[in-house]
């Protein structure tokens, strides 16, 4: 019968080998990886030395053309049309940021009662309305809008300020009263 014992010097000589193997191992990937930065560095140098012998070359080719159309620096020339096409993209950029910006705030509207925040998107009893958070007014957009008209109106002949609040004992109908002339209105829902 052989014993599963086995001798330190074995476990030892094991653990030797496989840690060795392992540095053998990392050795081998740091040099792939070395090697690897190497190549690709060489590879820009190289692309870089040939795009500058090619642009040599196309300016030693060309340039009694380039002259004779009046260009004489030609690396200015390409300096600004690479900054002309630059300041383009940015200014339509920003162009189309404004345009967002300016789309949204058309699309808001301010609450009419309180005059201090956005309405924003809600539900009341499972009908979909604009509501005011700060204030707690809120309407259908149907409503809205002929809330926003009738007050359009008003303020063509009186500088008052209309308050909104819902009829007591309704949930649908908003009533309207000026704080200077004697108009009320009521709107439904």
């Known amino acids: 019968m052989k014993s599963a014992r086995r001798s330190l010097k074995d476990t030892s000589d094991n653990k030797r080998r496989w840690r060795d193997k392992f540095k053998e191992q990392c050795n081998d990937r740091m040099k792939m990886a070395r090697q690897e930065q190497i190549s690709k560095l060489r590879e820009n140098q190289l692309m870089a030395k040939v795009l500058e012998q090619e642009w040599a070359e196309f300016k030693r080719v060309n340039e009694e053309a380039m002259r004779n159309e009046g260009i004489d620096d030609v690396d200015s020339l390409i300096e600004q049309s690479m900054l002309d096409d630059e300041a383009e993209m940015y200014l339509q950029q920003e162009s189309q940021g ?80 000026c704080n200077i002339c004697d108009l009320w209105d009521m709107f439904n829902m």
């Open 98 to 177: 404004l345009d967002q910006a300016l789309e949204e705030l058309y699309q808001t509207v301010a609450c009419v009662n309180c005059q201090k925040a956005a309405l924003v998107p809600s539900q009341v009893n499972g009908v979909p309305v604009l509501a005011c958070p700060p204030c707690g007014f809120y309407a259908t957009e149907s409503c809205l809008s002929t809330i926003l008209n009738a007050s359009r109106h008003h303020s063509g002949y009186c500088q008052g300020l209309i308050s909104y609040s819902l009829e007591p004992g309704t949930d649908d109908t908003i009533i309207a009263a």
